[in-house]
């Protein structure tokens, strides 16, 4: 037993909004002052769940909570990360078409973000995650090294960066683009960015957006077509008619994929 009264344990709930404006992929962060940005948070009350905590946070930020998607992604429990205080922080990940968000508090921004792949061997891997809104930006190397059994990662803030970013955040940052990126083309994850039905060219703009890049065309239709369903509708886009589609939940269970 150790001599800490358990009352001084704070317990936080973090959130990571992503999203897709104008196609890039965005997080929603908050102004701590100074020109140090953190995710949005707040201490989980004694009489909350911790997705009640995550539920109420979000009311601020989006119009409906049945049109997200939301999971726990990490917990940051480092002694000594906040000075002066015991916190342990439980980041959330909440992706949600922009349509469907509404932030009224100018304290709350949305930066793009992008994260790269500089090098990568069986020794590790070597990214640059930039944060940036307008000429003001964050970067940071980012490595992941091979450690026996397990993935070391490690990150360094870039002298490029003017802004500064709060306490661990990059890690809970870091830890939600690599699982967006390496689910977007093998998991429904990816359709929680977008409106219950689109059409192929904006869903090929949310794929872009989250991995960083472009690509074929021909290609990204046809490997997606398995987990899409047409609606029967269309709309106007680009002054020409265009199927809509929807996510199919299924698609892993059709005959062509066992």
């Not at 109420?56 to 909570?65: A, D, K, N």
């Not at 390496?182 to 994850?189: L, M």
């Not at 794929?207 to 990204?220: C, Q, W």
């Amino acid at each position: 037993m150790g001599n800490m009264d358990s009352s001084l344990i704070l317990h936080t709930a973090d959130i990571v909004l992503l999203s897709v404006k104008e196609g890039r992929l965005v997080i929603l962060l908050q102004n701590k002052g100074n020109g140090e940005w953190a995710l949005p948070g707040d201490i989980i009350s004694f009489e909350e769940d911790m997705e009640e905590t995550v539920m109420r946070q979000l009311s601020h930020f989006v119009t409906s909570s049945e049109d997200l998607y939301f999971r726990q992604l990490y917990t940051l429990g480092r002694a000594m990360r906040v000075k002066a205080e015991r916190v342990i922080t439980t980041a959330y990940l909440t992706l949600t078409a922009f349509e469907n968000v509404k932030v009224q508090d100018e304290n709350y921004q949305w930066f793009s973000i992008s994260k790269t792949t500089l090098a990568i061997s069986e020794a590790g891997r070597q990214s640059i995650l930039s944060l940036y809104k307008g000429k003001e930006s964050m970067q940071f190397l980012i490595e992941d090294l091979a450690a026996g059994n397990y993935i070391r990662t490690t990150s360094k803030v870039m002298q490029e960066s003017v802004l500064t970013l709060a306490l661990d955040h990059i890690k809970l940052i870091n830890i939600a683009m690599d699982q967006v990126q390496h689910r977007a083309a093998s998991t429904g994850i990816l359709f929680n960015l977008l409106r219950e039905e689109f059409s192929l060219r904006e869903l090929q703009i949310a794929y872009e957006a989250v991995i960083g890049k472009k690509t074929d065309t021909a290609n990204f239709r046809r490997d997606i077509r398995r987990m899409l369903r047409d609606t029967g509708r269309k709309k106007r886009q680009n002054g020409r008619s265009v199927s809509l589609f929807t996510f199919n939940p299924m698609y892993t269970y059709l005959k062509e994929n066992l």
